[in-house]
């Protein structure tokens, strides 16, 4: 039997696919569920429908962030920390810190899509961090760790 996937199943397939499972399977669990539908006929016409819409969507979405990504890339980013006496900073410089730097400068990144050459910062200096803004999209970026 096929079934057209509505979410993610581990060791099946993802939101979207259409498989071939056994009937036991998709009837008994996959279906009640709520993780796939019956791929008919007429199913399977709306589900390339979509898939089509879908597509240019997408290929509109990513055209749109490679440009938000070059507006990044050109951007200077300074972040001010407090400094000691030592010159060590106070705490330590994350992923968060640096999405409110780009935040401030209109450039609005959640910061679950930052991940930092460096796991924990804390010396002054130049560092760079890679912006996944798209799975397709990728960035890399430079910033500055300044005395306040």
């Known amino acids: 039997m096929e079934v057209i996937l509505k979410q993610d199943v581990k060791n099946l397939g993802e939101k979207d696919d259409i498989v071939k499972v056994k009937n036991g399977y998709g009837l008994n ?5 709520g993780f796939a539908s019956l791929a008919t006929p007429g199913m399977k016409k709306m589900h390339a429908e979509t898939q089509k819409q879908r597509t240019f969507k997408e290929g509109l979405r990513k055209a749109e962030l490679t440009k938000i990504a070059d507006n990044i890339k050109a951007l200077t980013i ?36 930052i991940t930092l050459t460096e796991e924990h910062i804390k010396a002054l200096g130049t560092y760079s961090a890679e912006l996944m803004l798209h799975r397709e999209v990728k960035t890399t970026i430079s910033f500055d760790v300044v005395a306040e």
């Not at 669990?29 to 569920?33: D, Q």
């Not at 006496?85 to 910061?111: P, T, W």
């Open 29 to 33: 669990y996959l279906i009640p569920k």
């Open 78 to 113: 300074r972040i001010a920390v407090k400094v000691g006496d030592n010159g060590k900073i106070f705490g330590s410089v994350g992923n968060a810190q640096v999405a409110e730097a780009l935040a401030k400068m209109g450039q609005n990144i959640d910061r679950k899509h």
